[in-house]
């Protein structure tokens, strides 16, 4: 039996514009797997909001699914969110990218009036209630204070989603790259990532400094 | 004006299964940004030999394109491969995938009497012809036997894709996790990657270190 801590890591899909940010994701599981602990994938079994063409910025015209796409990133070892236990794991992580505010939430569209989607919510409230600790990246720390309400998060420098937070009944703290917010009442560790204008070092720095605070809670 | 070496990444979609493979991709763009090396993202804009449903591992009805596909681990900065010249930069890198032996060859399906993709066979002759180094990864270092025949490379100890390699008039060196093989003479370097059962911390270091070996040929 493996004494290694367990992360769920719940991704939104595959591309940053209607997914998980791929970077993001992939340097979240590097550095869960460099601190010695384990990951499994989890994603909802839901269709994308829409499908970006990542070469023009543009929607195109299919139709994918969450689950199917972000299976892409687990290459293959990933299952549906409605199979996620909290007392199978230590911690939550949810990385960024859009997916985040169009998949798992619509808070891309919806500010703070954005509904969540229901294996999100359930995953997120029953680790909360747990006490276990949540990391998030990127915007993904919105959809944490959507269904949390009274806890402090960052997700950089963008005042609209800040005051969006703020409206959900959150608490934004501004950061710059790598820098992470605990909120040590909640559990909470978030980070900014690409919502600010980052490179793929800045990344890994983020993504390095909010598993450790997390892995620390756990 | 920059004095960073300049590396050209060429990915072969999205995905393990029918495109780039998301981990050695990803990490072979941060270990050329950990290095002090920059990178510039290319594809060739053609339709994938097919689209695999990567939660089922099994092909689904859809076309998609590989430079659309790769943009999503591009974050949408890539260029069509058409539009790679050789005078720009100091080094090329192929990272694995079944893309690279489905999109960029037909190796998956014809062994040593594969094709090679118009615009990929192009960038590796040219480089090579130029006197500069190719770094490959994974299933790639087959891709490049194709292409310029006598050179020693590794895909890790699979005896069939060896095999391909040796009646391509390449010379195979079995290696096992996060080794490189350096053809000094032909500035070729090249690791097994996920052609072995690896972790993702071992991905990491085959990135770094195939990346390490063609900057240093750079």
């Given at each position: 039996?493996?004494?290694?801590?367990?992360?769920?890591?719940?991704?939104?899909?595959?591309?940053?514009?209607?997914?998980?940010?791929?970077?993001?994701?992939?340097?979240?599981?590097?550095?869960?797997?460099?601190?010695?602990?384990?990951?499994?994938?989890?994603?909802?079994?839901?269709?994308?909001?829409?499908v970006i063409?990542?070469?023009?910025?543009?929607?195109?015209?299919?139709?994918r699914n969450?689950?199917?796409?972000?299976?892409?990133?687990?290459?293959?070892?990933?299952?549906?969110?409605?199979?996620?236990?909290?007392?199978?794991?230590?911690?939550?992580?949810?990385?960024?990218?859009f997916g985040?505010?169009?998949?798992?939430?619509?808070?891309?569209?919806?500010?703070?009036?954005?509904?969540?989607?229901?294996?999100?919510?359930?995953?997120?409230?029953?680790?909360?209630?747990?006490?276990?600790?949540?990391?998030?990246?990127?915007?993904?720390?919105?959809?944490?204070?959507?269904?949390?309400?009274?806890?402090?998060?960052?997700?950089?420098?963008?005042?609209?989603?800040?005051?969006?937070?703020?409206?959900?009944?959150?608490?934004?703290?501004?950061?710059?790259?790598?820098?992470?917010?605990?909120?040590?009442?909640?559990?909470?560790?978030?980070?900014?990532?690409?919502?600010?204008?980052?490179?793929?070092?800045?990344?890994?720095?983020?993504?390095?400094?909010?598993?450790?605070?997390?892995?620390?809670?756990?």
């Amino acid at each position: 039996m493996t004494t290694k801590k367990q992360v769920a890591v719940i991704l939104s899909g595959c591309g940053v514009y209607d997914g998980a940010e791929i970077h993001e994701s992939v340097l979240s599981l590097l550095a869960i797997a460099k601190q010695g602990a384990e990951y499994t994938i989890f994603a909802p079994d839901v269709d994308q909001y829409h499908v970006i063409n990542h070469l023009k910025g543009e929607p195109s015209d299919e139709t994918r699914n969450v689950l199917v796409e972000a299976a892409r990133i687990a290459r293959g070892s990933i299952k549906p969110l409605s199979e996620y236990a909290t007392k199978n794991f230590d911690a939550l992580l949810l990385p960024g990218g859009f997916g985040a505010a169009k998949n798992l939430s619509t808070v891309a569209f919806d500010g703070p009036n954005c509904t969540v989607e229901g294996e999100t919510q359930r995953a997120v409230k029953e680790t909360h209630a747990a006490g276990k600790p949540i990391g998030a990246l990127c915007i993904a720390p919105a959809v944490i204070a959507k269904i949390l309400g009274d806890v402090t998060v960052t997700i950089g420098q963008d005042e609209g989603t800040a005051q969006a937070i703020e409206a959900m009944g959150g608490n934004h703290m501004t950061t710059n790259h790598g820098e992470v917010i605990v909120d040590e009442a909640n559990k909470i560790a978030t980070t900014p990532c690409y919502m600010l204008d980052a490179n793929i070092l800045q990344i890994a720095e983020g993504a390095d400094n909010v598993v450790r605070a997390v892995l620390e809670m756990a």
